[in-house]
């Protein structure tokens, strides 16, 4: 009787152990299908409004033959934009190119005779010393009658006379070549009395002189020359040296 007194009381705690883990595991099953239902529901959710924005955004951009026409004519405005200032870069460039090409012809026609004209001021300095070598004395003497005159024929001429008619002649040629050199923009300068520049003087000696400002030019050995704005030949001057 024992026995089946045991038997019967295993059957029955079986019974009620699997009823239960029966249960809890219903329940288990139905708490996981109510969140994954839920989950579901929440990325649904989570996505219908991008997808809502895509399809506004299609709808939005969406490309007519008046929106194809509008970009052409954007596209055709900045092209001509830009062809008009590389035309009008293209025209300043030019207009520069013929100002330079106009004044570099004009430089060549005036400076042309710059070696031909430097070579030639050496006839016109010896011109000027074969002046300056006739004191002014000898035109007074002869101006004035001489003793001998009278035995002399009434057609000769004296010595002073034929001097004082080569040195007109002499100083002719120089007015008359200086003249020449002038028309072609040679003109001489003579600095004495001026500030010492380096630039346009060439100093031969120094000398110390009272009364004179140092730097001063004293005397121009040799007149310079210029041929337009620019150097031909510096001017040989003396310069006045300070004194200690």
Same mark, same amino acid.
């Given at each position: 009787?024992?026995?089946?007194?045991?038997?019967?009381?295993?059957?029955?705690?079986?019974?009620?152990?699997?009823?239960?883990?029966?249960?809890?595991?219903?329940?288990?099953?139905?708490?996981?299908?109510?969140?994954?239902?839920?989950?579901?529901?929440?990325?649904?959710?989570?996505?219908?409004?991008?997808?809502?924005?895509?399809?506004?955004?299609?709808?939005?951009?969406?490309?007519?033959?008046?929106?194809?026409?509008?970009?052409?004519?954007?596209?055709?405005?900045?092209?001509?934009?830009?062809?008009?200032?590389?035309?009008?870069?293209?025209?300043?460039?030019?207009?520069?190119?013929?100002?330079?090409?106009?004044?570099?012809?004009?430089?060549?026609?005036?400076?042309?005779?710059?070696?031909?004209?430097?070579?030639?001021?050496?006839?016109?300095?010896?011109?000027?010393?074969?002046?300056?070598?006739?004191?002014?004395?000898?035109?007074?003497?002869?101006?004035?009658?001489?003793?001998?005159?009278?035995?002399?024929?009434?057609?000769? @001429?004296?010595?002073? !006379?034929? =001097?004082?008619?080569?040195?007109? #002649?002499?100083?002719?040629?120089? *007015? /008359? &070549?200086?003249?020449?050199?002038?028309?072609?923009?040679?003109?001489?300068?003579?600095?004495?009395?001026?500030?010492?520049?380096?630039?346009?003087?060439?100093?031969?000696?120094?000398?110390?002189?009272?009364? @004179?400002?140092?730097? !001063?030019? =004293?005397?121009?050995?040799?007149? #310079?020359?210029?041929?337009?704005? *620019? /150097? &031909?030949?510096?001017?040989?001057?003396?310069?006045?040296?300070?004194?200690?």
């Amino acid at each position: 009787m024992n026995a089946a007194y045991v038997r019967q009381a295993f059957r029955s705690s079986t019974a009620s152990l699997s009823s239960r883990t029966i249960g809890r595991s219903s329940r288990d099953a139905l708490a996981s299908h109510g969140r994954r239902i839920v989950s579901i529901r929440q990325y649904s959710d989570d996505k219908a409004p991008a997808a809502e924005v895509d399809a506004e955004k299609e709808v939005g951009t969406e490309i007519t033959p008046e929106t194809e026409l509008l970009k052409t004519i954007k596209a055709k405005e900045a092209e001509t934009a830009d062809l008009k200032s590389r035309l009008q870069y293209l025209q300043a460039d030019f207009l520069n190119l013929q100002r330079n090409a106009a004044r570099e012809k004009e430089q060549q026609r005036d400076f042309a005779i710059t070696r031909f004209a430097g070579d030639l001021l050496e006839t016109v300095d010896v011109l000027a010393l074969a002046l300056k070598s006739v004191p002014e004395d000898a035109f007074a003497q002869a101006d004035s009658p001489s003793p001998d005159s009278s035995d002399a024929s009434s057609n000769s @001429k004296s010595v002073q !006379t034929y =001097l004082k008619e080569l040195h007109q #002649g002499v100083d002719m040629t120089h *007015r /008359l &070549l200086l003249s020449t050199l002038f028309k072609y923009h040679v003109k001489p300068f003579d600095p004495t009395g001026d500030m010492f520049d380096p630039n346009q003087h060439e100093a031969m000696y120094q000398a110390p002189i009272p009364g @004179k400002e140092p730097g !001063t030019i =004293l005397e121009c050995q040799k007149t #310079g020359y210029m041929i337009k704005d *620019r /150097l &031909l030949r510096a001017a040989q001057v003396g310069v006045v040296q300070d004194t200690p």
